[in-house]
């Protein structure tokens, strides 16, 4: 593994010196990077001397720092997390729906030979309601608890010991899954039941605390603090930008997301169907061991921000007071003037009583605010991406399989990822900047949107043609025999949306990262994880009537409401592009102390 990853025209860059300095003065930042890894761009000291003018901000063009061996660490930790969670979750929906394959050994594997060719592997067999209830609801709890943990991290442990909080849970409950899968347990359907679903509620524990903090200790391993001036090896004048480093690392970050999820998923999904179950929860689990010993490596040379101490409750405090002397129709997006009547002098101006606050705070909690209002729409997204309930999966039982697993086009959502995001960060992003049209975070959101409607459109044709050809018609998902429509016709609904969350979820957590306040980032950062909560709530809510024979118009009504929205972002929340992202004095001081004790403890053992 190398020490930090290529920087787009970043790899020998000069510093510019301030104008203002005579030539018998040298600092650090005045010799030429040597050439090989990426440069790691620091602003510890001089920042004012090097920071551009306003025009500087405007016409030049914006590059991200390189990423240091530690942040490459937290996106191997993240890929553990997430092979080992998609990997055990991925085989739920087959676990809990299908019966026991006829001709199996018990422990849900199909039948050897031509018996199995087009069975799935199966287990408890309660059906497609049950299924989707308990799998949305595991989905829901965690991406609601993370809300918790991303307060807890915020104000009390800090980020880095909720992760270890949370590795901890994680490993229990990985260990306790195992259990409901074992052959002698599964013939008991009851305790396997239970046993179930006491795994997936402490699983989902365990996400809510590693989740809402992995990705803003990413982001604070970023070596670049403020905008600073730089020359590359071209002789080009750019700007290396904090925000666009942020972008770059958390698209790098979902990279890993999805090869995690392509890894785990593929070995659970032929665990189960020629194994059994217990193989494809505990593979899982063996992965998940890996996190430990990451954790314990990485913690000596990582920069930890400390907790900044309980703010969600006055948080609540200003915004009652702003709504109830301005009304809530600012509240997404209020004004100075709106945000104003929550700050000191204004509430003393009314007689009320002195607030435990600064203007300062208010501006913070209007960031925070700011920031939420544009997830308020992407749980749309969430349900065009994949469908409501188990569509996708219920739309697969009724294909031909030929010997494929009924749930192994679910690869080809993290697939697209791998193969697309690498395109997007290295080529798109950095072109479009090069021409003078770099694509800002609102018209990243209606791509994704669009994206994902042109998905929902290609699965309610699928679903069409399905229910014209099954031997049952319109309720095929229950019938015996199967379409002769092939299984990989499913490729492009679950091809379209998966690039659409390159530009849709990353760009969210961008936002989330940069537009909230130090004392928040963690209850941002999980306010943005909270979407995939609303749309899991929305398909449970659903479950019942996503079914046969009305699965082709849920498609239809998904493409429409996903198109509609796509226009909303650049219309009503183009502000948020024109924010300038930069850490606060507070965060660089902090930083600054982390990493002097990282120095400390590494010694001579890695060069910053």
Known sequence: M????????????????????TKSEKYDYDEKVPEGPAVEVTSADHEDEYAPTTEELHTLRKIPAGMPLVAILMCAVEFTERASYYGTSG?????????????????????PGDLGLNQSAGALGLGSVPASALTKMFTFLAYVIPIWGGIVADNKWGRFKTICVGTAIGAIAHVILVIPAIPQVIAVPNASLGTFIVSIIILAFAAGFIKPSLGPMLCDQSPIKTPMIKYTKKGEKVIVDPQATISRYLLIFYLCIN??????????????????????????????????????????????????GTVVPDAMRVVKICLSNGGWRKLGRGDDAWWGKANPDQVLARGEAAPAWDAQFVEEVRQTFSACAVFFIIPVFILADGGIGNALNDMSVAMTLN?????????FNPLAIIIFGPIITYGLYPFMERIGHPIKPMMRMSIGFILASLGCVSAAVLQDRIYKTSPCLEFASTCDDVSPVSLWWQVLPYFLPAVGEL?????SYELAYTRSPP????LVYSMALF?????????????????D???TWTWVALAVASAACAPLFPLYWGHLDHFDFAWSEEEKNAIKDGEQKKLEALKDEEKY
């Open 2 to 21: 190398s020490s930090a990853l290529p920087a787009y025209d970043v790899a020998d860059v000069v510093s510019v010196p301030h104008q203002d300095k």
């Open 259 to 308: 090869v995690g999820s392509l890894v785990g998923q593929l070995a659970t999904q032929y665990s189960a169907r020629f194994v059994g179950f217990w193989l494809a929860f505990l593979v899982p689990g063996i992965m998940y061991m890996a996190l430990p010993p990451l954790l314990w490596w990485a913690s000596p040379r990582l920069v930890k921000l400390p907790p900044q």
């Open 549 to 551: 024979p009305n699965l």
């Open 531 to 547: 979407n995939s909560a609303i749309g899991a709530a929305i398909s449970m809510a659903l479950s019942k009537v996503i079914e």
């Open 503 to 507: 530009f849709v979820n990353v760009t």
């Open 519 to 522: 004392r928040m980032k963690g």
């Open 403 to 411: 010997g494929v697993p009924n749930d192994l086009l679910n690869n």
């Open 91 to 111: 085989p739920f929906n087959n676990f809990i729906n299908n019966k026991l394959p006829v001709g199996g050994n018990g422990a849900g594997a199909v039948a």
